[in-house]
């Protein structure tokens, strides 16, 4: 088992319907974690939720919603993701990032 003590959590909240440059903000942010190395990112949709304007969107059957909350976890080590953040606060407009230390520990696949 490995571990990692100096580890980071990245959340980046955003809605379905965020932009980066004509592309989905989510899809654009994983192909840039992606290219810098980062070691995992997963993309959550919520099922409810509002943001700064306190609109609420939900999944909620009498309601039609096309802007779902989306929550990017991200986790490597603090130095990987505050070389990456800079580009991450670009694309992500009026979104939510929040970090919060970690001690990151995995199993190594053998080969």
């Known amino acids: ?34 290219e810098a190395g980062i070691s995992g990112a997963t993309v959550l949709r ?3 939720g509002y943001g700064m304007s306190s609109v609420m969107h939900t999944t909620h059957v009498l309601r039609l919603s096309e802007n779902l909350p989306l929550v990017i976890e991200v986790v490597d080590t603090a130095g990987k993701i505050d070389e990456v953040l800079p580009e991450i606060e670009k694309m992500i ?3 939510l990032i929040t970090m919060q230390e970690v001690t990151i520990r995995r199993r190594k696949t053998p080969r």
Do not use: K, N, Y
């Open 1 to 34: 088992m490995e571990t990692i003590p100096h580890g980071r959590l990245l959340r980046i909240f955003i809605c379905e319907s965020d932009h980066f440059e004509g592309r989905p903000a989510d899809a654009a942010i994983i192909d840039t974690l992606r």
């Open 46 to 48: 919520g099922v409810a």
């Open 93 to 95: 407009g009026e979104g």
